[in-house]
């Protein structure tokens, strides 16, 4: 059965609207949280790194104050890509790591995509 | 920076043969290395790990190799299926930071 969850699967909105999508661990405490965005014939591009209880982890040429990441629970990442515009239309996926062990394989949710009008 | 490149964008074959997608990599010392398959409109499902000090993985019809001194991994699918047809992405680590390829889509022909 599925490990994770990712909601919604498919949001369209207008341009200017913030869109909060989620990331629920179901089996397991994730401590770490990871999101993906992804471009058409692209490969999985790591924007940051979510750790419960504390900021999240931003790779390079993310903005923090337009992709604002919450990880208040064990189960519960959330994304909130603000005032989004067209050029942030993607597939944007979550993934957990099992708490304590490294160098798992990371479990991906089933993504969201993203069309900004 | 790290590169990651995956054999040609596209590979068909004929059901029943190997498939072999290859990962190529630079700038880069990995850990270890996973493969990952990944259907339309979906997330990726992790297929197979394989460490630095190890040669080969294998699972079921999977076959997994890691040269660390080419830089390179070989994906092999034996007595491929159509249900095979999908996308494979490789992607290295090391701790816990990921870098995925670009994948390769692979079509098997009835």
């Known amino acids: 059965g599925a490990v994770v969850s990712q909601h919604p699967s498919w949001v369209i909105c207008k341009s200017g609207t913030s869109v909060k999508i989620e990331c629920r661990s179901l089996d397991f405490q994730a401590t770490t949280m990871f999101w993906y965005r992804q471009f058409p014939k692209q490969s999985l591009m790591l924007m940051a790194t979510s750790n419960e209880g504390s900021k999240a982890t931003y790779e390079q040429g993310v903005e923090k104050d337009k992709f604002l990441i919450n990880h208040a629970s064990l189960t519960l990442s959330t994304l909130t890509v603000t005032s989004a515009h067209p050029e942030d239309s993607s597939f944007y996926i979550c993934?957990?790591?099992?708490?304590?062990?490294?160098?798992?394989?990371?479990?991906f949710g089933d993504g969201t995509r993203l069309s900004i009008l | 920076s790290q590169k990651i490149e995956q054999n040609s964008e596209a590979l068909n074959i004929q059901e029943g043969k190997t498939a072999t997608l290859t990962c190529n990599y630079t700038n880069y010392s990995p850990a270890y290395l996973q493969w990952y398959r990944q259907d339309p409109g979906r997330g990726p499902v992790f297929l197979l790990l394989?460490?630095?000090?190890?040669k080969e993985k294998r699972k079921e019809r999977l076959k997994v190799t890691f040269d660390t001194t080419l830089k390179q991994s070989l994906f092999h699918i034996t007595a491929s299926q159509p249900a095979d047809s999908a996308t494979y992405l490789c992607a290295l680590g090391s701790g816990n930071q990921f870098y995925f390829g670009t994948g390769t889509s692979l079509t098997v022909i009835p």
């Open positions: 993934a957990t790591e099992v708490r304590g062990i490294r160098n798992q394989p990371q479990h």
């Open positions: 394989i460490r630095e000090n190890e």
